[in-house]
Nanobody, 123 residues
């Protein structure tokens, strides 16, 4: 069971970035998928989640209107499109596979985690 996140990098404030997460070793097509982030010295924070069928997207308050989550069921890949990035978005972004088909905002809603990809937003 592996979740491989990619696409992180350095971007200027106001810019955009898309991170991806591909699942392998187990089928997650019937599970919700989510993104969390963790900045240095802070707790892991919910960013976005999406249901098994691509519906039911949820977003953290700090990213609503700027980030969009989507998934490609055929490839079991989930994406996070991040626009209007701010320095406070700087963090390691983790993808996770949910325990159930429908998306949730709690860490306990997720059972498998990727290794994370670093996003740095410069001011």
């Amino acid at each position: 069971v592996q979740l491989q996140a990619s696409g992180g990098g350095l971007v200027q404030a106001g810019g955009s970035l898309r991170v991806s997460c591909r699942a392998s070793g187990r089928a997650f097509s019937n599970n919700a998928m989510g993104w969390f982030r963790q900045a240095p010295g802070k707790e892991r924070e919910f960013v976005a989640s999406i249901g098994w069928n691509g519906g039911g997207a949820l977003y953290g308050d700090s990213v609503k209107g700027r980030f969009t989550i989507s998934r490609d069921k055929g490839e079991i890949t989930v994406y996070l499109q991040m626009n209007s990035l701010k320095p406070e978005d700087t963090a390691v972004y983790y993808c996770a596979a949910g325990r159930r088909p429908y998306s949730g905002q709690s860490i306990s809603d997720y059972t498998s985690w990727g290794q994370g990809t670093l996003v740095t937003v410069s001011s």
